[in-house]
């Protein structure tokens, strides 16, 4: 079975612009979650999608959005960078539903830094 | 808002000893999932406990969860230069809150 699956693997982007980092996550999964990773502040949720729905959102601004499609894959955007947004995202994958494991499954990650 | 405190934040030991990471949670946990990052690499899902006072071992691994599931540990006998890496648990559903992980080096 194929992992998860991150794109790009690195970016670099300039304070202002917006960025869209996909994730394509394991066959037959439906819950796709994404982290920023920082030395400073660890792994921090960002929010959960399944079945095309956000089902769960962390304490992170307005400036960063997702979606799902019916395909499971997911995309998460972030508008008007800042420098603070640098960090690893993560998505990872689970079947994420009521009474199974939600084990989760990491891709590589998306090195994002911000000029 | 819940929070997942892990202890300690380094650990350095030499090859053979054992480790242990701690990880309390300030609210009732409905379950624990313990991941191992390699450094460079990305977090890998080890267990997961659900039940109260559960204990489940993976050969050297040893990982507890609290009575009153509000804490959890891992436990590693006898590390080996394999086990390098940073430690994390995380608590929740759907929303998964992770501790700040603890990073182990082994000197052989």
Redesign the interface.
Known sequence: KAGVTQTPRYLIKTRGQQVTLSCSPISGHR?V?W?QQTPGQ????LF?Y?SETQ?????FPGRFSGRQFSNSRSEMNVSTLELGDSALY?C?SSL?TSGG?????????TRLTVT | GQQVMQIPQYQHVQEGEDFTTYCNSSTTLSNIQWYKQRPGGHPVFLIQLVKSGEVKKQKRLTFQFGEAKKNSSLHITATQTTDVGTYFCAGGLGKFYFGSGTKLNVKP
């Open positions: 819950s979650s982290y660890g792994l921090q949720f959960e399944f089902r769960n959102k962390g304490n993560l990872a994420g494991s939600y084990e989760q499954y990491f891709g590589p990650g």
